[in-house]
């Protein structure tokens, strides 16, 4: 089955500091891929997706580059900042399992001023 | 897009009863799911919630212990039935707007502790 895989944090980062999480996925179709941001206390919010190989997606300054060779969608920001500090969720929603989301475990990053 | 709000934002139980979660959605919906985020985890599907039909569980998820309803396209509920403190958890809920869609929006979700 379909499945997503992400590093494992927690991140710790000086505010500034260039950011990467790594992300794998397996998948049987032609996935859409997404990263979620939940900050403390809430719910999940899209951060950005891609829905074909090379595709970039971008927002707030995160970008993610849908790599089908590697079958990867790594998140990368340039200069992070306090505010940032969120658990990060890769997922992958496939339209041959209707269109049900497959979540990565989560990445928690925090970002010391 | 879909705003989604949910109600009660939290809430503390106590053992052996159960709680009802209600979902909003803003606009008619075409789908709309519940989602378990244990302490500390990722989310789990906990079941597709269907309009006029009975909600489609995952492996795990049973209709006695997780009754959903879904009386029309904006509107879901999900009780937490017979609680117990293995089901303090974040209770997510979410929509896909339609069917060549493929972002899914989620709810604040529903803070459950069971004591």
């Known amino acids: 089955g379909n499945s997503v895989t992400q590093m494992e944090g927690p991140v710790t980062l000086s505010e500034e500091a260039f950011l990467t999480i790594n992300c794998t996925y397996t998948a049987t179709g032609y996935p859409s891929l997404f990263w979620y941001v939940q900050y403390p206390g809430e719910g999940l919010q899209l951060l950005l997706k891609?829905?074909?190989?090379?595709d970039k997606g971008s927002n707030k300054g995160f970008e993610a580059t849908y790599r089908k060779e590697t079958t990867s969608f790594h998140l990368e920001k340039g200069s992070v900042q306090v505010s940032d500090s969120a658990v990060y969720f890769c997922a992958l929603s496939d339209r041959n399992y209707g269109q049900n989301f497959v979540f990565g475990p989560g990445t928690r990053l925090s970002v010391l001023p | 897009s879909a705003v989604i709000s949910q109600k009660p934002s939290r809430d503390i139980c106590q053992r052996g009863t159960s709680l009802t979660i209600q979902c909003q959605v803003d606009s008619q919906v075409t789908m709309m799911f519940w989602y378990r985020q244990q302490p500390g985890q990722s989310l789990t599907l906990i079941a597709t919630a269907n309009q006029g039909s009975e909600a489609t569980y995952e492996s795990g998820f049973v209709i006695d212990k997780f009754p959903i309803s879904r009386p029309n396209l904006t509107f879901s509920t999900l009780t937490v039935s017979n609680m117990s403190p293995e089901d303090s958890s974040i209770y997510l809920c979410?929509?896909?707007?339609?069917?060549?869609?493929?972002?899914?929006?989620f709810g604040p979700g529903t803070r459950l502790t069971v004591l």
């Open positions: 891609a829905t074909k190989a090379d």
């Open positions: 979410s929509a896909l707007p339609g069917l060549t869609t493929d972002t899914q929006y």
